[in-house]
């Protein structure tokens, strides 16, 4: 059944707040804009106002100094809408530039007007020493808004007062249009930011999107499902992540299937050959001794390898499930050795195999005897199963620095470069058919290498296709010896 399009508003989905956080970032910088234009204007212009005045009075300072008032001063006052005087310590007049006409404020003092308040100035600008002073006024001619600033300059010994004087533009009716005209550029600049916001959160969302889709159909057992690398890089590593995972998922998805069909397999031949046998027992030898004697024995030798399928895949279960504790502790490796061999003495008495025991008797390691006796007897094991034509199987023990390492050597058909990455999985079998052993469960490689990464050593096969095999074990020597 086709699943229909999903129209509710996911809120917490990527898209959703993405969109919301580009559009209270939009708005946000909205209003900084509006706090900045609108509420700092005044200040602002004030601020810049005081330092257009400050650099026209430099430029007089120098003048003053040089005993030279140049032409470039009557540009900078025309250029900042300044006018500025500049009198001595008698209250003459030295220096007059005017670019503001009767709107000038200073133009009272020309020709010794109002000589008391210009008293009033000089004597601030004297309390003001190397520094300036200005403040507003009112000029209630024009009803305009003004700023008066002046400054104390000390020349060879003589002191001279810079004034300066520039009217304060009303903003009201800028600040006004700037409201108007800000709310459109708002109204603009929220709905590009909206539309664009759509575009980008769904740019990011569609490669998250695409993944979930996929990661769908691998929920629902598609293995072969790809995660396609696409957007910007941080998707890209998850995409390979994932594709990683699918990929070890189909591994394990096909060692599941050999799981089964091999235990299903190991376990069905058993209880077949039990059931057959004791049925003859009932229909056929119950009254032959005999015969009942050998069908009895068939049904117990079968029931035995069932037992050890069963103990080993418990065992495997729980070494895997990091659940197997070593306890290490010195051990003569020629004695564990020579006890191995003699576990497999029906092989060499009927003249199966033949030993070859390469181990100096005075090699000592440190390991859990029981759980390394279990690999080493799992090699044999192993190498007596692939034994080649000579029936030689070699046990050796050489000293490699602060280790001792025992090989198992045989002589068989050895292992393809190709299955000799997966011999320690449970179950494998390089021709794939899975061919009934009577001694052999099928698990034992897989628990030795539990058991070596339980013991932290080093451990592993070199084989030749047509020189056999040697399965190999890194032990710690008992350096007291």
């Not at 065992?315 to 290490?328: E, M, R």
Request: with cysteine; hydrophobic share 40%.
């Amino acid at each position: 059944m086709a699943q229909g399009i999903n129209l509710k508003l996911n809120i917490k989905g990527i898209r959703f707040k993405t969109w919301t956080y580009l559009l209270v970032l939009t708005m946000g910088i909205l209003g900084l804009l509006w706090i900045l234009q609108i509420t700092f204007l005044k200040p602002y212009y004030r601020n810049t106002k005081i330092k257009d005045i400050r650099y026209v009075a430099s430029m007089i300072e120098q003048g003053i100094q040089q005993d030279r008032f140049s032409d470039s001063i009557v540009s900078v006052a025309v250029r900042n809408n300044v006018c500025a005087t500049v009198f001595n310590a008698q209250q003459d007049l030295v220096y007059y530039v005017d670019t503001l006409g009767v709107n000038c404020f200073l133009s009272r003092f020309r020709g010794g007007g109002d000589a008391e308040l210009l008293s009033q100035y000089i004597n601030e600008a004297k309390k003001a020493g190397t520094s300036d002073f200005y403040f507003t006024l009112q000029n209630l001619n024009f009803r305009q808004e003004m700023i008066f600033y002046g400054k104390e300059v000390q020349v060879n010994l003589a002191n001279y007062y810079v004034f300066v004087n520039a009217p304060i533009e009303p903003l009201d009716s800028t600040i006004a249009i700037l409201q108007d005209q800000f709310i459109y550029v708002t109204i603009v600049v929220f709905l590009l930011s909206g539309f664009f916001t759509i575009i980008i959160s769904s740019r990011i969302a569609k490669p998250l999107a695409k993944m979930t889709e996929s990661a769908r159909k691998l929920a629902a057992g598609n293995i072969d499902v790809t995660f396609e690398p696409e957007g910007y890089s941080e998707v890209k590593e998850l995409a390979q992540t994932l594709n990683f995972a699918t990929n070890e998922i189909s591994k394990m998805d096909e060692l599941r299937k050999d799981l089964i069909a091999n235990v299903s397999h190991d376990i069905k031949t058993p209880l077949t050959m039990i059931k057959a046998y004791a049925e003859m027992i009932k229909e056929l030898s119950g009254d032959d001794p005999i015969k009942r004697e050998k069908h009895l024995d068939i049904i117990l030798h079968e029931a035995a390898h069932l037992d050890r399928l069963v103990n080993d895949m418990l065992q495997l279960s729980q070494y895997q499930a990091n659940s197997l504790s070593v306890s290490p502790a010195p051990m003569h490796l020629k004695s564990l050795i020579d006890h191995i061999v003699t576990l497999f003495s029906g092989f060499s008495e009927n003249g199966s195999v033949t030993f070859d025991v390469q181990v100096d008797e005075t090699f000592v390691v440190i390991a859990d005897e029981v759980k390394i006796g279990q690999v080493l007897y799992n090699f044999v094991n192993n190498a007596i199963a692939h034994v080649g034509e000579d029936k030689l199987i070699i046990i050796s023990a050489v000293r490699k620095k602060e280790n001792i390492r025992v090989s198992v050597i045989d002589h068989g058909h050895g292992i393809s470069p190709t299955d000799l990455p997966y011999i320690w999985d449970r179950y494998y079998k390089s021709n794939r058919n899975f061919t009934r052993s009577t001694q052999s469960t099928g698990l034992g490689l897989a628990i030795a290498k539990s058991i070596c990464i339980a013991h932290s050593i080093n451990f592993g096969v070199f084989s030749n296709e047509t020189e056999g095999s040697c399965f190999f074990v890194d032990l710690p020597v008992d350096t007291q010896f």
